[in-house]
């Protein structure tokens, strides 16, 4: 497993930007889920290894992106248009090293997980 640790959480108003991070070394296809309270954990994108292949969630499509340093320290989600709807405690996940297999999309196809940054978008 591999220790994951997010930030950039925080409050924005509806409309507004925010920029999360997850820093985490090597090549592992990794994602990004959320969870609102008592709501199921939601998929919302994930990147290869390569950072060439990208996969979202159908509720953030055209509004976050997801990518990766090129030294391979840490992934990024750029959120923008932020809905009330989008308030949730943000997770990375990594999936196997030099995974070739299609990006993940369910919570128990990752093996490591960070602990969550909270972001909050008022109305």
């Known amino acids: 497993q591999v220790q994951l640790k997010e930030s950039g959480g925080g409050w924005v108003q509806a409309g507004g930007s925010l920029r999360l991070s997850c820093e985490a070394s090597g090549r592992y296809n990794m994602g990004w889920f959320r969870q609102a309270p008592g709501k199921d954990r939601e998929f919302v994108a994930a990147v290869r290894w390569t950072g060439r292949d990208t996969a979202y969630g159908d509720s953030v499509k055209g509004r976050f992106t997801i990518s990766k340093d090129h030294d391979e320290s840490a992934m990024y989600l750029q959120m923008i248009s932020l809905k009330p709807d989008d308030t949730a405690v943000y997770y990375c996940?990594?999936?196997?090293?030099?995974?070739?297999?299609?990006?993940?999309?369910?919570?128990?196809?990752?093996?490591?997980w960070g602990q969550g940054t909270q972001v909050t978008v008022s109305s």
């Open positions: 996940a990594a999936d196997d090293p030099y995974s070739v297999r299609p990006l993940a999309r369910k919570p128990d196809e990752y093996a490591s």
